[in-house]
């Protein structure tokens, strides 16, 4: 394997997608989830998850096409179908382990649900994400000016 592949949790996986998603649901309800739907693909395969956290709704996508760019990058593919497949237990894996990563975190109090889920935050049509980059300039601006390095160029 290149030395990318390890850089990527999970690359090997085999755990199947129903597992891994059905993982996320049982993490997310330990964790106080009140609802949880999924969203699902014109073929049938699951694109997204949608839940509620103390009142707000959040959607944690799944973008499987972005993975299989990601770990079939520079590689001869003979079967794309098989590579589509992997990215997708990639994908959902990854998911499984940040999502149990980011409520571990709120949970001892590192951070709020905010903090970690607030670009996932779902109005029922887009996430905050989403709507941010639908802006002119996107998140651009929205913390105010860049805090300024006293740090010269080529230098670290």
Known sequence: MKAMAFKIKNYTTSVPVAQSISEIEQILVTFGATQIMKEYRGDGRVESLVFMFKGTGY???ANVERVCAVVTKG???HSKATWE???ERI???????WIHSQLSIVEI???????????????GEKTLYEVLQERKNGIA??????IKQNVKEGES
């Open 59 to 61: 959607k944690l996508p």
């Open 75 to 77: 590689k001869n593919i």
């Open 85 to 87: 497949k992997q990215a």
């Open 91 to 97: 994908a959902w894996r990854v998911i499984k382990d």
């Open 109 to 123: 109090d590192q951070a709020e649900w905010q903090q970690v889920l607030l670009p996932y935050a779902f109005n």
């Open 141 to 146: 601006g929205l913390l105010g000016e860049p």
